[in-house]
């Protein structure tokens, strides 16, 4: 069975920072795209970030470029999404999903492809 789990979520004051972890079992981790998507209520849900697992190519949303910073441990099978910077507008839950490499990267930032989902993680910025 296949699973994501995300964590580190939390309230974290305007320009402060917050690391998320997404812990994946049950796939061949190297076979798939790691994304980081949020989504505020009453919003669509959007991609933050994504990394290739086999080539390690990182992937960012201009909303986030330059204060967000994706990477893998893979003999850990966890991905992190090192947040700097943030903003009231970051205020969301965050998702991880997984999506086979094959699919092509001009996938990786339309969640209705992902093969697999975790639970969200709710990150507030707030003073």
């Known amino acids: 069975e296949v699973q994501l789990q995300a964590f580190g979520g939390g309230l974290v004051q305007p320009g402060g920072y917050r690391r998320l972890s997404c812990v994946a079992s049950?796939?061949?981790?190297?076979?798939?795209?790691i994304g980081w998507f949020r989504q505020a209520p009453g919003k669509k849900r959007e991609g933050v970030s994504v990394?290739?697992?086999?080539?390690?190519?990182?992937y960012y949303d201009d909303s986030v470029k330059g204060r967000f910073t994706i990477s893998s441990d893979n003999a850990k099978n966890t991905v992190y999404l090192q947040m700097n910077g943030l903003k009231p507008d970051d205020t969301a839950a965050y998702y991880c999903?997984?999506?086979?490499?094959?699919?092509?990267?001009?996938?990786?930032?339309?969640?209705?492809?992902?093969?697999?989902w975790g639970l969200g993680t709710q990150v507030t910025v707030s003073s």
């Open positions: 990394i290739d697992i086999d080539s390690g190519s990182t």
């Open positions: 999903g997984a999506i086979t490499l094959s699919s092509g990267r001009d996938w990786y930032f339309v969640p209705e492809v992902y093969d697999y």
């Open positions: 049950g796939l061949t981790f190297d076979d798939y795209a």
